[in-house]
């Protein structure tokens, strides 16, 4: 259904369309071109560019976003560059920096370098519609801890050079944080005591270790109540206690954790989100979704908080409501999230659309291979489908691999097993 068929008076057009210095006129040729040519990701970002151009970014958005997912059906990496510059700077005239940033910076980075040119060209315009420039300056120890205590470690940039084990506390967890797992593996070398204990309990749920996390943290606790910053670091071992369990699909275990934390920092965005998580395991979407309510009025646009709302009303086959926010947290996160693709992915699924979900969990799978399972899942039924049943065996091997306690990868493999 993505054949950009047919060419010839199409091609004329678009041509046409680009070389207008008039935006009313070049929005008149490129809406000729989609009638032509519906799934020509070049013509509805053309008509996009038009509309902003007129200052119409409303409807701009709505067509750079379609640009975007034909460009991504037909895997052209030229028009895939071409919509992502596209929707940052209908962002950038919506007043919305920061996903505009996020989606441009995607484009630049993500890319083989022979359109980097465009982003750069996107990113300029955004930072010079910025009112003032915000510098970010390293936090001292003390802020970066409260940050991670506050469960908002995105609020630290950088934590100061300085000595003692609060700063290098606060940089190991910095790390972490920012998924250099490595990185704060290798700081342990420079802790001791209940922050070793605290940042490697961290360290091994990043790995997967979860069981060894737990008896690790567990034994830690007795030592916090009286170690410098034991608050803050006893409150850092639940949280890892409650992913340990979560991860480890213990999710009743895991509720205990995240209510002690919550029980002392009702804003803990982390531990709201782990919390939500669970009870959505355990069948409690209400109680979930109230959660993450709480997540999104502390921090409008948290992406998790959106993407895990997509889950429970793709669970509800409420699938507009899903596609929605889905593509609203894709909007307000960086490359490295996957969740969104491999939910939209399973939106098109659920509708039928194989082709669409499967451009979105290759793409989710491209991300990270080693993050979430539903994306390998879907893409097992999808090739199932095509009768590609050793493709299908694979994908649910990984899916296996990544979460071993998923019934419907077992089952799937259980019934190719059988055939």
Request: aromatic share 6%; net charge negative.
């Amino acid at each position: 259904p993505f054949e950009l068929a047919p060419r010839g008076e199409a091609d004329r057009l678009l041509l046409a369309a680009a070389r207008s210095e008039d935006p009313a006129e070049a929005e008149l040729l490129y809406r000729q071109v989609t009638e032509l040519r519906p799934f020509d990701p070049l013509a509805w970002g053309g008509l996009a560019r038009a509309q902003v151009a007129q200052g119409n970014s409303a409807e701009a958005g709505r067509h750079a976003r379609r640009a975007m997912r034909y460009a991504r059906a037909t895997n052209d990496v030229f028009a895939i560059q071409d919509s992502e510059q596209t929707l940052g700077l209908v962002l950038v005239q919506s007043g919305r920096a920061d996903a505009a940033a996020s989606v441009l910076m995607d484009s630049m980075f993500g890319s083989d370098g022979s359109e980097m040119g465009c982003a750069y060209q996107g990113l300029g315009e955004l930072f010079a519609r910025l009112e003032t420039v915000r510098p970010r300056t390293p936090a001292t120890a003390e802020e970066a801890l409260d940050a991670f205590d506050r469960g908002r470690p995105d609020d630290v940039s950088s934590v100061a050079d300085g000595e003692g084990e609060a700063v290098a506390t606060a940089q190991a967890l910095g790390r972490l944080f920012e998924r250099d797992i490595d990185g704060a593996e290798r700081s342990l070398s420079s802790l001791a005591g209940p922050d070793r204990a605290v940042v490697e309990g961290h360290v091994l749920v990043a790995r997967r270790r979860h069981d060894d996390a737990r008896r690790l943290l567990s034994e830690a606790l007795p030592t916090l109540e009286e170690a410098p910053r034991g608050d803050v670091l006893r409150r850092l071992a639940w949280l890892g206690l409650g992913w340990a369990e979560s991860n480890a699909g213990r999710y009743s275990q895991s509720l205990d954790w995240f209510d002690q934390l919550l029980a002392e920092r009702p804003e803990h965005l982390l531990g709201l989100l782990g919390k939500a998580n669970s009870l959505a395991w355990l069948g409690d979407g209400d109680g979930s979704e109230a959660l993450l309510r709480e997540v999104l009025a502390a921090d409008p646009g948290n992406p998790y908080a959106l993407a895990e709302i997509a889950g429970i009303q793709l669970d509800r086959g409420a699938l507009d409501d899903a596609e929605a926010s889905y593509r609203a947290a894709m909007e307000t996160t960086g490359a490295g999230y996957t969740c969104p693709w491999e939910g939209l992915g399973l939106v098109y699924l659920q509708r039928g659309q194989l082709d669409e979900a499967a451009v979105h969990l290759e793409k989710a799978v491209a991300i990270n291979p080693d993050i979430e399972f539903r994306k390998y899942n879907g893409l097992a039924r999808i090739y199932l489908a095509r009768g590609e049943t050793e493709r299908a065996r694979q994908m649910l091997e990984r899916s296996i691999a990544n979460f071993p306690h998923d019934p419907e990868a077992k089952r799937l493999l259980d019934e190719l097993g059988s055939r």
